[in-house]
């Protein structure tokens, strides 16, 4: 994922940050508990498309980016 691309994306529900999961292929928003999947390198930026973050994942992820920020 190009770095730049993800410092302009927002979440499109929120306008929060985005961290990016490279083992999973996808962009978090916690403020919004969701996850937006990448595909063939291009992310999917659509609410529908995205699925809802468990309360475990959602929990695990506020502790590892207490303050929201994209991971490299």
């Known amino acids: 994922m190009d ?16 961290i990016y999961q490279s083992g999973t292929k996808e962009l978090i928003s916690l403020s ?3 996850a937006y999947p990448i595909r063939d390198d291009i992310p ?5 498309d995205a699925r809802v973050l468990t309360d475990e994942e959602y ?5 590892a980016h207490p303050a929201g ?3 490299p």
């Open 44 to 48: 999917i930026m659509l609410e529908t």
């Open 59 to 63: 929990e695990t992820l506020r502790k």
């Open 3 to 18: 770095k730049r691309l993800l410092e302009i994306l927002v979440c499109p529900v929120t306008k929060g940050p985005l």
């Open 32 to 34: 919004a508990r969701l």
């Open 69 to 71: 920020p994209m991971a």
